[in-house]
């Protein structure tokens, strides 16, 4: 979906009218962020923020909105309403960059200049997933997010921008600096277009490339479900060091599970946690280190530090660090699962 000037107005518009509706008296504290368009709900995302002179904007909730412009989903309003009490109440925080235990840590940064810095061989398990550029590369007609003419005769393909998180990183580059710092199991989400292009990254790099793997959802989102058959999947590809050992026994490389509704997700492209924990539990043992540079929500360091693992993962947004920033700690206080 493109992010022409009058459809940005139009989400704009509805969501400052749920402001205004909702919060009369404290019209003034609230702002949002610019409309990111988020293909797995087909349905733009709207960031609401504190609007405080001098102080930064906190994140207070996210507005869904349809691409006929009416709200799918908002913040609770008492919830918003607590927090910008608290906010009240609270000096300004120094701005965080890292967040970290005993035995795990989320970044702030770039993660392959990250990584670069790491000792070859360091890490047992790769197990990311980077912005494959949905919005300019790879849209071939299976990729989301993709539309159909009035007629169904033929595709559109979407040249609109989804989001900063969204630049496509280039394969050859990304895995050039973090794959020889791999000594173990490397899995990658990719574009279903990119399976053949990674195998054989992974092949020049000294890599087994085992093959693709594959999520099927069991909740895809129906886009142009009455001309052609929904596309229900995403594509992983794996490899391994020769001799890697395997945890797993007759394992399908089919792995059926639920995507993260849009209340539960705080990232566009939020991977399930017990997907996740799957691969964990498959390619790593306890005490091994995971590396995630493309951390996203982060659901690699959630579910690697719930299994024990030492894990490191890297954000170079700073709002959806701050938000996996916040997810980790939640999940440390009272082991909220999503
Ligand atoms: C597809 S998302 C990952 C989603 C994640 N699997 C989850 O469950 O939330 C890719 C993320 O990589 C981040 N990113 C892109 N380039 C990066 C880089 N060089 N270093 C660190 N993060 C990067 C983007 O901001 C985006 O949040």
Redesign the pocket.
């Given at each position: 979906m493109i992010l022409t000037d009058a459809r940005k107005l139009a989400v704009r518009a509805v969501v400052n009218d749920w402001i205004g509706r909702s919060f009369p008296e404290h019209r003034s504290l609230l702002a949002h962020n610019q409309p990111i368009y988020s293909p797995d709900d087909n349905a733009w995302t709207v960031e609401l923020v504190t609007n405080r002179n001098g102080s930064p904007s906190c994140p207070l909730g996210r507005v869904l909105v349809s691409g006929a412009a009416t709200i799918i989903s908002a913040p609770d309003v008492d919830g918003v309403l607590d927090l910008l009490e608290t906010g009240h109440r609270e000096p300004a925080q120094p701005t965080i960059d890292r967040v970290a235990g005993e035995e795990w840590e989320l970044c702030l940064?770039?993660?392959?200049?990250?990584t670069a810095k790491l000792a070859d061989g360091s890490v047992d398990l790769l197990l990311?997933?980077?912005?494959?550029g949905i919005s300019r590369r790879y849209a071939c007609e299976n990729q989301i997010p993709r539309r159909l003419r009035r007629d169904g005769s033929d595709f559109i393909m979407p040249r609109g921008h989804f989001g900063?998180?969204?630049?496509s990183?280039d394969p050859q580059a990304?895995t050039a600096v973090v794959l020889p710092k791999v000594r173990g199991w490397a899995v990658t989400?990719c574009a279903q277009a990119q399976i053949g292009e990674y195998c054989d990254i992974l092949t020049a790099h000294g890599f087994v490339a085992v093959g693709p793997m594959v999520w099927q959802k069991t909740n895809p989102v129906p886009f142009n479900h009455q001309h052609k058959p929904i596309n229900a999947w995403e594509a992983l590809v794996v490899g391994k060091r020769p001799g890697t050992a395997f945890n797993g026994r007759m394992v399908h490389n089919v792995f059926l599970v639920k995507s993260p509704s849009p209340q539960q997700?705080?990232?566009?492209?939020?991977?399930p946690l017990p997907l996740?924990g799957e691969f964990v539990d498959l390619f790593s043992g306890p005490g091994d280190l995971v590396l995630?540079?493309?951390?996203?929500?982060?659901?690699?360091v959630v579910a690697a530090r719930e299994r024990g693992r030492h894990v490191v993962g890297?954000?170079?947004?700073p709002m959806?660090f701050k938000l996996?920033a916040e997810r980790l700690s939640r999940c440390y206080d009272e082991r909220l699962r999503i």
């Open positions: 940064g770039d993660g392959i200049e990250a990311t997933d980077p912005p494959y900063d998180w969204d630049a990183v990304w989400f997700r705080i990232h566009p492209t939020q991977k996740i995630d540079p493309f951390a996203g929500s982060a659901t690699t890297y954000e170079m947004d959806i996996a």
